[in-house]
């Protein structure tokens, strides 16, 4: 499978616990995006790298998310002491920037659920 | 920043009917708007974009046409299918960065 790909697919946890999610975007791609998604709402901007660069970060992402692309491949999203408010589908997307433009192609999503 | 208005929240048609979803967007110095289609517990598809020096595109049969000047856009569906039913979201874009999205519109085609 040549697609985006992310890990867990479900994530169930307890208020205040940690956790992170991964991001294997298609392998020639060189943005890589992270969106949040409610139910009945279209996705949300969270994060975006350029290669291993974080661009540009939305106001959605409070102090206790952080997000990493060490070698400019695969990335990764923590949350740190969860609140039923995160509770969300995390969704990754990757495109290719070029002069023709970017189209961005979705993974599965993680979907998170904290109790 | 970029805010994108879609309508109508949800849509019912007969198979064979036309359907036509609409987005309105504020920011001026969008240039790109793609449309995704998402199936109930499935990622995000896209499913056709249009980019601003163009004002129609069309791929069998799903069209996007583009009107800068009143900064909106539509989505149309010729010949419905019941597999057409889904989430429809329109998106827009700056520089082919960041999308922002509307809120879907929920399309139902029935038999």
């Known amino acids: 499978d040549t697609g985006v790909s992310q890990n867990p697919r479900h994530k169930i946890t307890k208020r205040g616990q940690n956790v992170t999610f991964r991001c294997d975007p298609i392998?020639?791609?060189?943005?890589l995006y992270w969106y949040r998604q409610t139910l009945g709402q279209g996705p949300e901007f969270l994060t975006y790298?350029?290669?291993?660069?974080?661009?540009?970060k939305s106001r959605l992402l409070s102090d206790r998310f952080s997000a990493e692309r060490p070698k400019g491949s695969f990335s990764t999203l923590e949350i740190q002491r969860t609140e039923q408010g995160d509770s969300a589908m995390y969704l990754c997307?990757?495109?290719?920037?070029?002069?023709?433009?970017?189209?961005?192609?979705f993974g599965p999503g993680t979907r998170l659920t904290v109790t | 920043g970029e805010n994108v208005e879609q309508h109508p929240s949800t849509l019912s048609v007969q198979e064979g009917d036309s359907a036509v979803i609409k987005c309105t967007y504020s920011?001026?110095?969008?240039?790109?708007f793609p449309w995704y289609k998402q199936e109930l517990g499935k990622r995000p598809q896209l499913i056709i974009d249009?980019?601003?020096?163009?004002g129609e595109k069309k791929d069998q049969r799903i069209a996007v046409t583009l009107n800068k000047t009143a900064k909106h856009f539509s989505l149309h569906i010729t010949e419905t299918q019941p597999e057409d039913s889904a989430v429809y979201f329109c998106?827009?874009?700056?520089?082919?960065?960041?999308?922002?999205f509307g809120k879907g519109t929920m399309l139902l085609v029935s038999p």
């Open positions: 997307a990757s495109s290719l920037v070029s002069g023709q433009g970017s189209e961005q192609y």
């Open positions: 392998s020639e791609h060189n943005r």
């Open positions: 249009i980019r601003s020096n163009v």
């Open positions: 920011d001026s110095a969008s240039n790109y």
């Open positions: 790298f350029q290669n291993e660069a974080q661009l540009e």
């Open positions: 998106a827009a874009s700056e520089k082919y960065s960041t999308l922002t």
